[in-house]
């Protein structure tokens, strides 16, 4: 069983970063496949990015691409999304997410382990 932890959220001017932390408490992290959902109030719980458990293999939203950067540090059981260039339309509250399976998904009934959610805030 893993335990998920977000971290980094705060309010920010448009065209700001930031980096959002995902804090893992038990090592069958390391082969989990990690993923960032967001979820924007009065909206569904939207895919923002995905990183297979092993290697490199990323997945990302068609927002999300050219501006944000999801990694993962398997030894410090951490997993991490950079955000840059911010927008007022990235507002919402941002969740990690983890699971077992063999493919990366963006299917959030794909994912068994849910934190709580950071806010992210961007005035513009």
């Known amino acids: 069983q893993v335990q998920l932890v977000e971290s980094g959220g705060g309010l920010v001017q448009a065209g700001g970063s930031l980096r959002l932390s995902c804090t893992a408490s038990g090592r069958a992290f390391m082969s989990y496949n990690m993923a960032w959902f967001r979820q924007a109030p009065g909206k569904e719980r939207e895919f923002v990015a995905a990183?297979?458990?092993?290697?490199?293999?990323?997945l990302y939203a068609d927002s999300a691409k050219g501006r944000f950067t999801i990694s993962r540090d398997n030894a410090k059981l951490m997993g991490y999304l950079q955000m840059n260039n911010l927008k007022p339309e990235d507002t919402a509250v941002y969740f990690c997410?983890?699971?077992?399976?063999?493919?990366?998904?963006?299917?959030?009934?794909?994912?068994?382990?849910w934190g709580q959610g950071t806010q992210v805030t961007v005035s513009s």
């Open positions: 997410a983890a699971n077992a399976k063999l493919v990366l998904t963006s299917l959030t009934s794909d994912y068994d382990y």
């Open positions: 990183h297979k458990w092993s290697g490199s293999w990323t």
